[in-house]
């Protein structure tokens, strides 16, 4: 079990930027991917980035794509979420995740989750 604590969320304007912070109370290159997912109320979790534990590799959601940047520190057992030009539509819980194989970005693939932490994009 890996445990996972999301930081860096809070209430910013439209155009705004936020960086979201991942800590893991392991070592994250055990795992194959370390993923973000964001559920906006009332609405389905859906993957926005992930890396893989060499940070080699890194994938976005259409919606985030030039506006979202994911790396990580090995040494700190931290992944990151840069995110810039935020949109309300951007509002949501933004969770971190790691999973094995075929886990970027694909809910029924991680291993274990964060519990979360809010972004608000409003005026």
């Known amino acids: 079990q890996l445990q996972l604590m999301e930081s860096g969320g809070g209430l910013v304007q439209p155009g705004g930027s936020l960086r979201l912070s991942c800590t893991a109370s392991?070592?994250?290159?055990?795992?194959?991917?370390i993923s973000w997912f964001r559920q906006a109320p009332g609405k389905e979790r859906e993957g926005v980035s992930c890396?893989?534990?060499?940070?080699?590799?890194?994938n976005y959601a259409d919606s985030v794509k030039g506006r979202f940047t994911i790396s990580r520190d090995n040494a700190k057992n931290t992944v990151y979420l840069q995110m810039n030009d935020l949109k309300p539509e951007d509002t949501g819980v933004y969770y971190c995740?790691?999973?094995?194989?075929?886990?970027?970005?694909?809910?029924?693939?991680?291993?274990?989750w964060g519990r979360g932490t809010l972004v608000t994009v409003s005026s």
């Open positions: 995740a790691a999973g094995l194989r075929g886990s970027c970005m694909v809910k029924n693939r991680v291993r274990d």
């Open positions: 392991a070592f994250t290159v055990d795992y194959n991917f």
């Open positions: 890396i893989s534990s060499s940070g080699g590799t890194t």
